[in-house]
């Protein structure tokens, strides 16, 4: 249950990122809330996950979750160019997440 936590609370980090763009340095209301309650729900769910996994890897799950997520919405709604240079870290952060999560004693 604590990695499912983890992964969503990284999902949640994307989504109140994304909202963030849209809120426009907190001056569109409806994405200003929209973002405030994601942190909400992001930072519980980690709270959540944190209880039972290491400190370490799920900080850095969830913040690479986020960035890399990040990433893949800015491609997509705010057209960023993915460069091969780009796509080579950004398969950095997944390797490193995927063997934080193979070398996780949980």
Do not use: D, N
């Amino acid at each position: 249950m604590a990695w499912i936590c983890l992964y969503l609370a990284g999902l949640l980090e994307v989504f109140w990122s994304t909202c963030l763009k849209f809120s426009h340095g907190f001056t569109v209301l409806k994405f200003t809330i929209l973002t405030i309650a994601g942190m909400i729900l992001s930072f519980l769910l980690l709270s959540q996950a944190i209880k039972t996994l290491p400190l370490g890897t799920s900080y850095a799950i969830w913040t690479g979750i986020g960035a890399v997520g990040a990433v893949f919405v800015g491609m997509l709604l705010f057209k960023e160019v993915l460069t091969p240079l780009r796509l080579f870290f950004v398969l950095l952060i997944l390797a490193g997440i995927i063997g934080l999560k193979i070398t996780s004693a949980q």
